[in-house]
């Protein structure tokens, strides 16, 4: 039955409580209708007057436009990018504005340290940089001390961090520290030394060795600021930068004083065992390896550093309240013990039992790698003041790698050998004082093969004059001439005569070397006891030492490294002419050639004079040898007037006043050597053979003034020498009138040239020639030099820039009327 439609439609106006709206999957809801609108619009307000431009005008901004201050604001921001560009920003500022550094760098420093412990690797990395390369090198004019206080509290801190790699940082960021500032080590250093130890007793990244590695440079770098036994010059620590007053405000982080060093001595000592496990722990690592790690190999060459520089600090003496290390003979051996108060042999066992590393199946770099570390290993060893008291088979292995490593130096001749094998030369005395002969001989044996075979200008040639200085000196080695061992000499003599040669062939090369050789021959030559072996050996060395000075070729005279060498090397070798107790005519003529080069220094040439008279006074030199040396330099000095060739030496100076010195110092000796009557009787012909020669007038003038010295009133010439003498006397007062030219400026040197001649000859020559008849008649043929003569005179007595003395004048002018009274009676032309 079909219902109807009214029924159908009625059903369908029926209420519904709840629409159900369909949706599609993945599509947005929309917004609730009872949803809060929170969007909020805004409008920008322009200001014409007023930008962030304006606001830094004339203010120093990085690349981004950034103001110093917002850089450092941003450097505590919480993102790491923004953190390490501030710091590129800031580098960027203090390049391009330095002066931003000078006005602000306390408040830098103050905000920058912060970083120091940052948690991001690359912040903490250039931070260091920013330091390194701009911060400190700016302040180094400035006082470091408030500056480095500012930053260790934050560096202590990071010491301590959890994290090793920010530990690490901080261990590097102190060794810049000390870089620029050394002083910082003392101040800090019982503290730096704790963190170092705890550092180092955890070993947690060995297995990283190049951390490793630079931890332990910057422990190297501290320790090398303690005072040694091998130096004892505390420069290192110096700062040569002034201290200024700190202001008040900077009181409490302002660098304290240093504490003592019998403070640290014990931290030293506690870290001395830490590093010998430290480097027996990289034992099975290169032993497993058929060739060493480079890094590994590092690392165990800083730890024997750091080793070698606390045994060097331990043992020196300068941390407790023994002296300092003295070498002692055989006979006191049994009380050596009693200076090593802080340092037992035992304490480095461990490092004794793996000597000499010795690995097989190595190249040669590997080999000098192994090389190096058992030279570091044996200088720790001969360190110690009781190493003697060692069992002899641990002695017996140290002796035995000193021996070879010295004779393998010889043989191979390798540079890295040599580089190395330096530190060990300084202990050749101590062991040469304190083994056994038959060990003394063998190590004394490589050692003078090594001496003679090194180059003359290396570093192993001059390490080596170092130890001989000790070995030959008496005051300060009982090894001197000992009498238990005879052969001790055979060893002194064969270095002694290697002195004078090495002199020469380093020529002007090396002035340190040559300074050193100088330095040991007068050392030897002060101590040689007189009339010993030892001495007559020293004094063979003037055969080879005259070549130093001067020798004879065939192309004439060949001056030798002295005249090129400095002042304080040339004074040295001067010296050392003293102490030859024989100088033979050889010697002194090598002597006089070196004194007539143009190139010596005028002073030189004096002091030569002055010790050459020393030596004579002390029976040195022979009369006749002593006087040939004196008359030959005053005939043959080469004199350059300015009159007479300017510009030919010296750029057209003359050296007159220098022979004027000379000659005064001559006359000076010779009237000193005994009595003048028989001084001049002994010089008088070699004086007149000189005068009668071909010498120029400046060098007859000088041997006119030395007659003078040594002649009387009136005078004891022969009439030999007084004929001699007059046949030149017309021709050099001849030169003198051409020679030096009229003027008031030239009347000094003038009356300089004739007083001799006019004090001697025309009063006594003359006079006494006129004497004899036969010479009168040979006086008239000179007329016209005569009457030149009296003229000279009388212009010397009417000159009024002369500044004669009133007895002076009156010898002048009673020698003028006599020789014109005794003219005139013969007729002779005078004005």
Request: proline share 5%; net charge neutral; with cysteine.
């Amino acid at each position: 039955m079909v219902k109807p439609k009214s029924q159908s439609k009625k059903s369908q106006k029926r209420g519904v409580d709840f629409k159900k709206i369909r949706r599609k999957i993945g599509r947005k809801l929309p917004p609730p209708k009872n949803a809060t609108n929170t969007e909020i619009k805004s409008k920008a307000i322009v200001l014409p007057e007023q930008s962030i431009a304006s606001e830094k005008a004339g203010l120093a901004v990085s690349k981004k436009g950034l103001t110093l201050k917002e850089l450092l604001q941003q450097t505590s921001h919480h993102n790491i990018k923004v953190r390490k560009d501030a710091l590129l920003g800031i580098r960027d500022i203090l390049l391009k504005h330095p002066a931003e550094l000078k006005l602000h760098k306390l408040a830098i420093i103050e905000k920058l340290r912060e970083r120091i412990g940052d948690d991001d690797k690359l912040v903490r990395e250039t931070l260091y940089q920013l330091f390194k390369s701009v911060i400190f090198p700016g302040c180094t004019k400035d006082n470091q001390g408030p500056l480095v206080s500012l930053m260790m509290a934050y560096i202590f801190s990071a010491m301590t961090h959890l994290a090793i790699d920010v530990r690490l940082m901080a261990f590097k960021f102190f060794d810049l520290v000390v870089q620029f500032h050394p002083p910082s080590f003392s101040l800090y250093a019982e503290k730096i030394l704790q963190n170092y130890e705890d550092m180092l007793r955890k070993n947690k990244f060995l297995e990283d060795t190049s951390k490793l590695k630079n931890t332990l440079a910057g422990l190297i770098r501290c320790l090398s600021l303690l005072p040694s036994n091998e130096k004892e010059d505390h420069s290192a620590v110096k700062n040569d930068i002034p201290t200024h007053d700190i202001l008040h405000a900077f009181e409490p982080e302002v660098a304290r004083e240093p504490i003592g060093l019998t403070d640290i001595s014990k931290k030293l000592k506690d870290l001395l065992p830490i590093l010998v496990s430290c480097f027996q722990d990289f034992m099975p690592l290169v032993n497993s390896t058929p060739q060493p790690d480079l890094q590994s190999c590092d690392c165990m060459q800083f730890i024997l550093q750091s080793i070698d520089l606390i045994v060097g600090f331990l043992v020196s003496g300068i941390c407790g309240s023994e002296p300092g290390p003295q070498a002692l003979p055989p006979c006191q051996k049994r009380d050596i013990t009693a200076y090593d108060q802080f340092l037992s042999p035992m304490l480095l066992k461990k490092l004794w039992d793996v000597f000499p590393l010795n690995l097989v199946h190595l190249s040669g770099k590997d080999e000098d790698r192994i090389f190096m570390l058992n030279t570091v290993t044996a200088k720790i060893f001969l360190q110690l003041r009781n190493w003697v008291c060692s069992s002899s088979a641990l002695l017996e292995k140290f002796l035995e790698f000193v021996e070879s490593s010295l004779s393998t130096k010889i043989q191979s001749g390798k540079v890295f050998h040599e580089k190395h094998l330096l530190p060990l030369i300084p202990y050749i005395p101590k062991l040469a004082m304190q083994i056994s002969s038959d060990w003394r001989s063998r190590i004394l044996q490589a050692f003078t093969e090594v001496f003679k075979n090194s180059s003359p200008d290396s570093s192993m040639k001059l390490a080596c004059l170092s130890a001989i200085e000790e070995m030959l000196a008496p005051e300060r080695s009982w090894l001197y001439l000992h009498p238990s061992d005879p052969s001790l000499l055979d060893y002194q003599i064969a270095w002694m005569q290697d002195l004078p040669l090495l002199l020469i062939l380093l020529d002007d090369k090396n002035p340190l070397c040559s300074k050193a050789v100088l330095r040991l021959l007068l050392c030897v030559g002060q101590a040689t006891p007189v009339h010993s072996p030892f001495s007559q050996e020293f004094d063979t060395l003037q055969y080879s030492f005259g070549g130093f000075f001067s020798k004879q070729n065939e192309n004439g005279i060949c001056y030798g490294p002295f005249v090129r060498l400095a002042a304080d090397i040339q004074e040295l070798a001067i010296c050392c002419l003293y102490y030859f107790s024989f100088m033979d005519s050889q010697f002194l003529q090598s002597l006089i050639s070196c004194c007539l080069c143009d190139d010596l220094k005028p002073y030189m040439v004096l002091r030569i004079l002055e010790v050459l008279h020393s030596a004579f006074r002390a029976g040195h030199i022979q009369f006749a040898d002593y006087t040939s040396f004196l008359v030959t330099l005053l005939s043959r000095f080469h004199v350059y007037p300015v009159n007479i060739c300017p510009a030919v030496k010296d750029d057209g100076k003359s050296n007159q006043r220098t022979f004027k010195y000379v000659t005064s110092i001559v006359c000076s000796f010779l009237s000193q050597i005994g009595d003048d009557s028989l001084v001049f009787q002994m010089l008088e012909e070699m004086i007149v053979d000189q005068i009668c020669g071909e010498t120029l007038m400046d060098n007859k003038c000088a041997l006119l003034r030395l007659l003078i010295t040594l002649d009387s009133r009136p005078t004891r010439l022969t009439a030999q020498s007084i004929v001699k003498i007059s046949h030149v006397l017309a021709q050099y007062l001849t030169d003198i009138v051409s020679n030096v030219r009229q003027g008031d400026h030239e009347e000094k040197r003038r009356r300089y040239y004739l007083l001799p001649s006019f004090y001697l000859f025309s009063c006594s020559v003359l006079l006494h020639m006129y004497k004899d008849v036969k010479i009168r008649q040979i006086l008239l043929t000179c007329n016209i030099e005569i009457g030149s003569l009296l003229q000279n005179l009388l212009n010397l007595l009417s000159s009024e820039g002369t500044n004669l003395t009133l007895e002076e004048r009156h010898k002048i002018q009673t020698a003028y009327d006599q020789l014109r009274a005794i003219t005139n009676n013969d007729a002779v032309g005078c004005p």
